[in-house]
Every structure is written in C-alpha cells, then in structure tokens.
T-cell receptor, first 114, second 115 residues
Framework: DGGITQSPKYLFRKEGQNVTLSCEQN?????MYWYRQDPGQGLRLIYY???????QKGDIAEGYSVSREKKESFPLTVTSAQKNPTAFYLC?????????????FGQGTRLTVV | KQEVTQIPAALSVPEGENLVLNCSFT??????LQWFRQDPGKGLTSLLL?????REQTSGRLNASLDKSSGRSTLYIAASQPGDSATYLC??????????????FGTGTRLAVRP
C-alpha cells in the first residue's frame, strides 16, 4: 500500500529532552512537509523540503530541526528549545511543485510533555 | 503573507440538509486549492483539488468551486449524513519565489450532522 507513515502515534517527552518524530513515504514524492496543529489554530507550517538535502523554515521553525537525507524520509526533531511542544504533529508529501500537485497526509503523532 | 479564513467555525445541521462551507484567501496568485476532511485525532484526508485554472470539481455528493479573482472557494455537501461529521479544512498552494511551494491552511469548519 502506498502512503505516508508517521511513528509513533503517541509520544511522551520529559522537559529538557529532544525527541524525534518519524515520517516515511513510499509515494515517490519530492516534497515533504511538517505541520503542527493546536486546538482552534489550524495547521501551522514548521519545515518543508522540496528535494533531498534541502529544506526551508516554515512559519514556526524555532525549537525544531529536520533532515532530508533520503527522498522517502523527513524526520522532525523537537528540541528542548521548543517551549510549548505539546501538540498534534502532521507530516505531508506531494509530487514536484506545480498547479497539479495534491498533498497527502499521515495519521499524525500526538506529543505530550510530562 | 497569504491568509486563509474559513466561515463558519462550526455548523450543526439535521441529516439530509444541503450545506455550504466557505473559504477565503488574501493572495489570488495560487497554484491550486485543496479541501480536506479531518476526523478527531486523525490525519487529513484529501477530498477535492481545484487547479487555479478550474472553476469547480465534483466528487460524489461534494462540489467545490473556486473564484480566484475574489479569493473565495466553497464546498457544497448535498444530502448530508451523520458520517459527514468532521472538521473540513481548505488549503491553498502558493508559489514562493525563493523557496518553492507551500500549503497554507484555514482554521477549519467543524461540522456536526444530527440524525
């Protein structure tokens, strides 16, 4: 089955720890995205990548880091610098940029700071 | 900066009613607009994609329209069913000159269809 897989589904982090959220796609898509969703605020873009070994900051990149070493994978690290990391994190991918591109999403990771 | 607004924020209707969800955006230079459905605690499911050159798209009981010049899109749901209860999100794809495409989302409309 083709799709986007996010893991884990639930993640608990102690204050001061870094955690990494996994996102893998087998759709052969060039572009991948990370969004954060908070109640009442919609989805906000954290980072995105149009091609392997390249990525750009989104609207709320502070306290997060990413890598794009393989086309299939775009892991997100939530660092201790992120002061309010509790949220629902969504990964998406789409084919190469342009007017015909449709985005597809994973099932999300819910991160809770304990 | 592109801003996307969805009205209403929440909607409750009886089963069988036809309904319209609204999405507006500030920058009309978009590549396309996509409507999604999100069930509680789940990811987003793509419903319809409208390219900037198109005026509407249809899938089953769903019809989405796009008026790029006025910065508006509507999602029409015919003969609503309790299974349609979910949050509906619209997103526009905008070309960033220096860094490529990105999607900007509205805050969503939470729909409840009462049996």
């Amino acid at each position: 089955d083709g799709g986007i897989t996010q893991s884990p589904k639930y993640l608990f982090r102690k204050e001061g720890q870094n955690v990494t959220l996994s996102c893998e796609q087998n759709l052969n898509h060039d572009a991948m995205y990370w969004y954060r969703q908070d109640p009442g605020q919609g989805l906000r873009l954290i980072y995105y990548s149009q091609i392997v070994n390249d990525f750009q900051k989104g609207d709320i990149a502070e306290g997060y880091s990413v890598s794009r070493e393989k086309k299939e994978s775009f892991p997100l690290t939530v660092t201790s610098a992120q002061k309010n990391p509790t949220a629902f994190y969504l990964c998406a991918s789409s084919p190469a940029a342009g007017p015909y591109t449709e985005a597809f999403f994973g099932q999300g990771t819910r991160l809770t700071v304990v | 900066k592109q801003e996307v607004t969805q009205i209403p924020a929440a909607l409750s209707v009886p089963e069988g009613e036809n309904l319209v969800l609204n999405c507006s955006f500030t920058d009309s230079a978009i590549y396309n607009l996509q409507w999604f459905r999100q069930d509680p605690g789940k990811g987003l499911t793509s419903l319809l994609l409208i390219q900037s050159s198109q005026r509407e798209q249809t899938s089953g009981r769903l019809n989405a329209s796009l008026d790029k010049s006025s910065g508006r899109s509507t999602l029409y749901i015919a003969a609503s069913q309790p299974g349609d209860s979910a949050t509906y999100l619209c997103a526009v794809r905008l070309r960033e000159k220096s860094s490529g495409d990105k999607l900007t989302f509205g805050t969503g409309t939470r729909l409840a269809v009462r049996p």
